[in-house]
């Protein structure tokens, strides 16, 4: 059983930059798919960016631009975030093979 594990969340100032980083355990193959999702307070959980094997990648469009989707040549993917928002206040979490991580929290503010 797939399991995922985020980190790299924390409190930035507006314009910052922050690194999440997800490490899936529990399976021999190398995932399909990777991706990061996110959910704001009162707001529903939304895509954030995803990542096939091949390389192909694919952004919200209020992040394209800011944040960069990556992953090494296993199962780790990580989330480049630079000029943070208010708005990007979210926990952040990662999705892959069924599975969803814990979240981490990402709070944007001065």
């Known amino acids: 059983q797939v399991q995922l594990v985020e980190s790299g969340g924390g409190l930035v100032q507006p314009g910052g930059s922050l690194r999440l980083s997800c490490a899936a355990s529990?399976?021999?193959?190398?995932?399909?798919?990777m991706a990061w999702y996110r959910q704001a307070p009162g707001k529903e959980r939304e895509l954030v960016a995803d990542?096939?094997?091949?390389?192909?990648t694919n952004y919200a469009g209020s992040v394209k631009g800011r944040f960069t989707i990556s992953r090494n040549n296993w199962n780790t993917v990580y989330l480049q975030m630079n000029s943070l928002k208010p708005d990007d206040t979210a926990v952040y979490y990662c999705?892959?093979?069924?599975?969803w991580g814990k979240g981490t929290l990402v709070a944007v503010s001065s």
């Open positions: 999705y892959a093979s069924f599975t």
């Open positions: 529990g399976t021999i193959l190398r995932l399909p798919a």
């Open positions: 990542i096939l094997s091949g390389g192909s």
